[in-house]
């Protein structure tokens, strides 16, 4: 059983930045691949980021390309999301997943973990 722990959500402004990290419960980064995703009020679950198994290639969703930045930490079995140039647009519970799928990073449905959350929220 894999646990994953989400911080550093918060509110920051239209502009603004923030870093969110996900802790790990094991070394699992070269088994399975890591992904962000988040969901708005009345919004289906979106893909936001990937870091595939393996190869560590990244993978991320249109809207975030050029502002946000998934990255890795072996040793600390952490991940982050560094995300720049927020928008009110990126306000959404984001979650943290793992899952051993390495064709489908983008789908929700291959992750086989998830953490609790964290909010942002982004004013204008």
């Known amino acids: 059983q894999v646990q994953l722990v989400e911080s550093g959500g918060g509110l920051v402004q239209a502009g603004g930045s923030l870093r969110l990290s996900c802790a790990a419960s094991?070394?699992?980064?070269?088994?399975?691949?890591m992904g962000w995703f988040r969901q708005a009020p009345g919004k289906e679950r979106e893909f936001v980021a990937a870091i595939r198994r393996n190869d560590g290639n990244t993978y991320y969703a249109d809207s975030v390309k050029g502002r946000f930045t998934f990255s890795r930490d072996n040793a600390k079995n952490t991940v982050y999301l560094q995300m720049n140039s927020l928008k009110p647009e990126d306000t959404a519970l984001y979650y943290c997943?793992?899952?051993?799928?390495?064709?489908?990073?983008?789908?929700?449905?291959?992750?086989?973990?998830w953490g609790q959350g964290t909010q942002v929220t982004v004013s204008s």
């Open positions: 997943a793992a899952g051993m799928t390495f064709w489908s990073a983008t789908n929700p449905g291959a992750y086989d973990y």
């Open positions: 094991a070394r699992i980064f070269s088994s399975y691949t």
